[in-house]
């Protein structure tokens, strides 16, 4: 799943707020400015099992706790709104937009749903639209489904079965006279045909699966900046988890399955961390009583040594790699802090793994930063060709102790850097001279 926008209301630290993503979206800002509560957002919704009827701000990816905490200027008389533009390439011929609303529920103190509205609109090529709605009344929900210019959908079908029962007509009286397969054949394949067209002319077809689909779990995930610190050793569980958590978790034991039965999925690993110049190898060793040890070779000569006395900053960048290579492509990683613990030379070379994985996947990262290496590497990569800029959105977060305001910062194809505040340069120590007088 791709996020192209996303819109608040009343959200934590946000009164209103509209922001678009790109392939590489950047949150940068001061600590407290708002960067999280943008990510949080998202995570709510994907966390929450009871979709789309109720928001989580508690579960697999993060605990917001209770409705006065997540709403705005902790009114519990506001409602909470998101909006949400996923691009699903499942749904690529149209153009889902999700609107939530929700109220506070006085029983649990939690946030329950007040409005909902889905909208697929059509894009040049597909002359359709869908719109749903619910909306609660007392203690029931309310469901509405439009569905627009309903005589023009899946033609070729309907002309199919127009041709199908016209040559039915003159088939059956001979399919008699020859003997019951012949009847029994045309109208097998003919009710076939009719099933399938009713199928894709019935809307709720596609708002089932289009609820199911535009939201695949398996194609997002999410590393918070708290990762837990290596063990000297592992129990290695009897599967995998599908996913990393958000702690960072997990990944030991995915490594060992791709050790064990991925070794494809392992060298690439080992060729990613080389490329970023972390280290050379990663291999596990067994020990008694069904415990490993993760061993890392820092360099290709050198003996390989556990992951516990060797740089922390290795551990804590090692899930989010793993997890990165656990997503499929056209898949979403939203990642705050990666830099945590990790040289300046690693921060910028994080930027290039960005880069080459955009555009080799077709996936997309949401990273909150706070590396003015990481950013002087993406616009490096803006300055020699190697990004484009429709690739790139940089937003900066402001608080004023009262809500935050987002800035859209532009990084230029000259180096130059537009729309920022003097608070990105006073936080980021960012010179914009120093790529402009290189640019080509």
């Known amino acids: 799943m791709l996020i192209n926008s996303l819109s608040l209301k009343n959200f934590k630290c946000f009164e209103e707020l509209d922001v678009k993503f790109a392939p590489i979206t950047l949150l940068t800002g001061a600590n407290s400015s708002g960067k999280s509560s943008l990510i949080n957002a998202i995570l709510a919704v994907l966390q929450t099992e009871e979709f789309p009827l109720y928001l989580s701000p508690n579960g697999k990816y993060l605990n917001m706790g209770s409705y ?38 006085e029983s649990n103190d939690l946030p329950r749903l007040k409005e909902l509205s889905a909208k697929f609109e059509a894009n040049a090529y ?18 509405s489904l439009d569905a627009y210019a309903p005589d023009i959908r899946f033609p070729q079908v309907r002309e199919a079965l127009e041709k199908v029962d016209s040559l039915k007509n003159h088939i059956q009286p001979a399919s008699q006279k020859k003997g ?14 009719k099933e399938i067209a009713e199928l894709y002319n019935n809307p709720n077809f596609y708002f089932r699966d289009a609820l199911r689909n535009v939201f695949p779990d398996r194609n997002f995930n999410y590393v918070g900046s708290f990762r837990h610190p290596p063990e000297r050793t592992y129990y290695q569980k009897s599967k995998a988890q599908s996913k990393i958590d958000s702690d960072g978790s997990g990944y030991i034991d995915q490594i060992i399955e791709w050790e064990q039965t991925n070794p494809e999925k392992l060298a690439k690993l080992n060729e990613v961390m080389r490329q970023l110049e972390l280290f050379s190898e990663v291999q596990s060793t067994m020990l008694k009583g069904g415990r490993f040890e993760l061993n890392i070779k820092t360099q ?8 516990t006395d060797v740089g922390f900053g290795i551990s804590q960048f090692l899930p989010i790699i793993v997890a990165d290579l656990q997503l499929q492509d ?20 994080f930027g290039n793994y960005l880069s080459n994985q955009i555009n080799s996947t077709q996936k997309q990262y949401i990273i909150e930063t706070h590396s003015e290496y990481l950013l002087n590497r993406i616009r490096l990569l803006l300055v020699n060709g190697e990004l484009h800029p429709t690739q790139v959105r940089v937003l900066y977060f402001e608080n004023d102790g009262t809500k935050s305001k987002v800035y ?33």
């Open 68 to 105: 006065e905490e997540i709403v705005f200027g902790k009114n519990l008389t506001k409602n909470v709104g998101i909006k949400l533009q996923p691009y699903s390439f499942i749904w690529r011929n149209f153009k889902p937009i999700f609107e939530w609303i929700w109220e506070y529920d």
């Open 126 to 143: 597909v002359q359709e639209e869908w719109s749903m709605d619910v909306r609660r009344e007392y203690n029931n929900y309310k469901f």
């Open 180 to 193: 019951p397969d012949i009847h029994l054949k045309v109208n097998r394949y003919y009710h076939h045909l």
């Open 300 to 307: 290709p000569k050198a003996n390989f040594t556990a992951l």
């Open 330 to 349: 056209q898949s979403c990683l939203a990642v705050s802090q990666p830099e945590i613990h990790l040289h300046p030379k690693i921060q910028a070379q």
């Open 408 to 440: 859209n910062i532009e990084f230029a194809i000259d180096g130059q850097i537009k729309g920022a505040p003097q608070g990105f340069f006073d936080t980021y120590g960012i010179d914009v001279m120093d790529i402009a007088l290189n640019a080509h």
